[in-house]
């Protein structure tokens, strides 16, 4: 199973908007809506803050929210603040009880 | 909601190490569970995944045959036995919560803080 292809980096400056995107294919996030997104902060564990392409945990602020188009989900994250500075990574189901995770993205609050 | 990695060290390529997760908070035999790793530097990397009861596991390519995943429902803790490790598995080793009751949900609710495992060419 190949990772899903994310771009490297992303910046936007407080009180703006960004989004994440993540490519994959039919077998992965084309045909599943078990898309998830991950942050993590450097050192820490990686966190949920979408499930199910775009359902929001239990405490995690509506600033974030996901999509799906085709083979292409994204994570968007509105009135960036400090804290949301980190890496994000998107994961899908890819069939035959496997998971692919993207390469991750590194998003800097400037 | 607790879980907690040990197990993690050096070891020469060919060895193995078992990691082990012990978690709290929750009924444990209710839930699957993950294996997910992040090499130095690197991306995540899902391992391998354990039915609630057991009865199912798989495994990405990568590991298929070197790498078994238990659990044990009495003690809340599951294992990840690594035999014939090769450098490309350093990594920090997570275990992770699947987000659904007795199914696979798809996504993976809770991680532990993970555990290092540094294989040395």
């Known amino acids: 199973q190949s990772a899903l292809t994310q771009s490297h980096s992303v910046s936007g400056s407080p009180g703006q908007s960004v989004t994440v995107s993540c490519t994959g294919t039919?077998?992965?996030?084309?045909?599943?809506?078990?898309v998830s997104w991950y942050q993590q902060h450097p050192g820490k564990a990686p966190k949920l803050v979408i499930y199910?392409?775009?359902k929001r945990p239990s405490g995690v602020p509506d600033r974030l929210s996901g999509s799906k188009s085709g083979n292409t989900a994204s994570l968007s994250i509105s009135g960036l603040q400090a804290e949301d500075e980190a890496d994000y990574y998107c994961?899908?189901?890819?069939?035959?009880?496997?998971?692919?995770f993207g390469g991750g993205t590194k998003l800097t609050v400037l | 909601v607790q879980l907690v990695e040990s197990g993690g060290g050096v070891v020469q390529p060919g060895r193995s190490l078992t990691l082990s997760c012990v978690t709290s908070?929750?009924?444990?035999?209710?839930?699957?569970f993950h294996w997910v790793r992040q090499a130095p530097g690197k991306g995540l990397e899902w391992v391998a995944v354990?039915?609630?009861?057991?009865?199912?596991?798989e495994y990405a390519d990568s590991v298929k045959g070197r790498f078994t995943l238990s659990r044990d429902n009495s003690k809340n803790t599951l294992s990840l036995q690594m035999d014939n490790l090769r450098t490309e598995d350093t990594a920090v080793y997570y275990c992770?919560?699947?987000?659904?009751?007795?199914?696979?949900?798809?996504?993976?609710?809770?991680w532990g803080q993970g555990t290092l495992v540094i294989v040395p060419s």
């Open positions: 039919t077998s992965d996030i084309g045909g599943s809506n078990y």
């Open positions: 994961c899908s189901y890819a069939g035959n009880y496997k998971w692919v």
């Open positions: 908070g929750f009924t444990f035999s209710n839930y699957g």
């Open positions: 992770a919560k699947d987000g659904s009751l007795r199914a696979y949900s798809g996504f993976f609710d809770y």
């Open positions: 199910e392409v775009s």
């Open positions: 354990t039915s609630y009861d057991g009865n199912h596991k």
